[in-house]
């Protein structure tokens, strides 16, 4: 997500910070490289446009100038508009959850733009994380089969779906799910209206008759981010005749340029209240425009870490945990169920895109030089081991661990590398329950939050809260790799 806008920034904003001193000459300089980057991923000119100068007015001030750490300043001032240009410092809008159910959630968008699964996911979305009892119905009566697919994703999210009768018209389909809602008990219905290929008076017809029958509490627009500036037209068209209340972008995970998140709320006026991050029917984030933007920065997103932690985790595991931890306790059935759960959190590069500085890893791993399957291999071999030895892996001798390489597909050298980092995960225990426990933990990772901000430097970049990368590239790099590649040390890029 805006890998390449992120990668562009971070250039320029470095050698700002690599300056003891910064004159105006040198602050428009900078902002004339934004400028083309943001060009250059898609942002509409006329959002360009405004945002430089307002960054340009507010970096050029007496503040920036004579500040003891200019660079990190302009930064901070970057931030601050993208954030204003995303959306503003308030918290994700909440849907709209009428008084009197159902509350009716309109989706449109054109055909191909990926509505019918946004519809799913959202409600998915409101059932688990809300807690509210979700009904959909397709009213698209013209694509072959379109009523069937969101049945079919029905099924799969344990999500009801409106019986599917022959004949009817989109607005009869509305009326009768609103209804048939209404006398079951359901607090959200969702529909999911028919697309085109284009924008066209039929399309916009149908639209404005199913709002008219169904007063919808909210209507969203679902447009595909990789379509870029194509998107904030689409976006701009339907808002000239429909009463948008928000955007769904999909395909966020795909779009390294960013274009069309950047230029959808001020081209509309609409915000974008969900970001569509993945296949899968789960994978349906708020868009945060605070989060969004320090993932921009190359900040990264550490709420966002604790959210996906928590609703990967089980509660039982991590209480066991919990209980292991006070004692200092950390076995190799420990290490296994780490891995697992890094797995369900998007593996190393997931991870390493929200957490701040080690933007150098997820592009190492991108790119190759680091092996995002070891986690696969490491898990290889714990499984490969004995309940005792994985209880006591200090009683693995020479001849054992040849026989878990063996058994894994891996080496010798592969076991070894899993032992030192249960070895070293083991030691972080025991420090733990000196510090206090779980209570150590947060503050440790409250440090490494506050590490990554505009006011804190790069983020992993030093001694204070730093990231390991060189660890990193040890116990997960290809076969034969001691390191990360050229151009890394240990704290990330040198």
Known sequence: ?????????????ERLRGRGALTEI???????????????????????????????????GAEVIKSVTPGQQVVKIVND????????????TPLKIAVTPP???????????????????????????????????????ARPAAQEQLRVLGEQTGIATLPIIAGQ???????????????????????????RLGIDEELMAEMAAIATATTPDEILLVVDSLTGQDAVNVAAAFKERVALTGVILTRMDGDARGGAALSMRQVTGAPIRFAGVGEKLDALELFDARRVAGRILGMGDIVGLVEKAAANFEAEQAEKMAEKMAKGQFDMDDLRQQLAQ?????????????????????????????????????????????????????????KRKIRIANGSGTTVQDVNKVLKMHQEMANVMKRLKKMGGMKGMMKMLAGMGGAGGPEGGAGGEGPGGAIDLGAVGRMFGRPGMGSLPPGFNKFGRK
Do not use: H, Y
């Open 1 to 13: 997500m805006f890998d390449s806008l992120s990668e562009r920034l971070g250039g320029i904003f």
């Open 26 to 60: 040198d602050v428009r300089a900078a902002m004339r490289e934004v400028r083309v980057a943001l060009l250059e991923a898609d942002v509409a000119l006329p959002v360009v446009k405004d945002f430089i100068e307002n960054a340009t007015q507010r970096a050029i």
């Open 81 to 92: 508009c993208l954030v204003e240009l995303l959306g503003g410092e308030d918290e994700p």
């Open 103 to 141: 509350a009716v959630v309109m989706m449109v968008g054109l055909q191909g733009s990926g509505k019918t699964t946004s519809s799913a996911k959202l409600a998915s979305w409101l059932s688990t994380r809300e807690r509210k009892k979700v009904m959909m119905a397709s009213l698209d009566v």
């Open 169 to 195: 018209t989109p607005v009869q389909i509305a009326e009768r799910a609103r209804q048939s809602a209404r006398l079951q008990g359901f607090d959200v219905v969702v529909l999911d209206t028919a697309g």
């Open 342 to 398: 890094m797995k369900k959190m998007g593996g190393l590069s997931g991870l390493a895109a929200m957490m701040p500085g080690m933007g150098a890893a997820k592009k190492a791993m991108d790119s190759g030089a680091v092996n995002p399957k070891m986690l696969d291999r490491m898990e290889a071999i714990i499984l490969s081991m004995t309940p005792k030895e994985r209880t006591k892996p200090e009683i693995l001798t020479a």
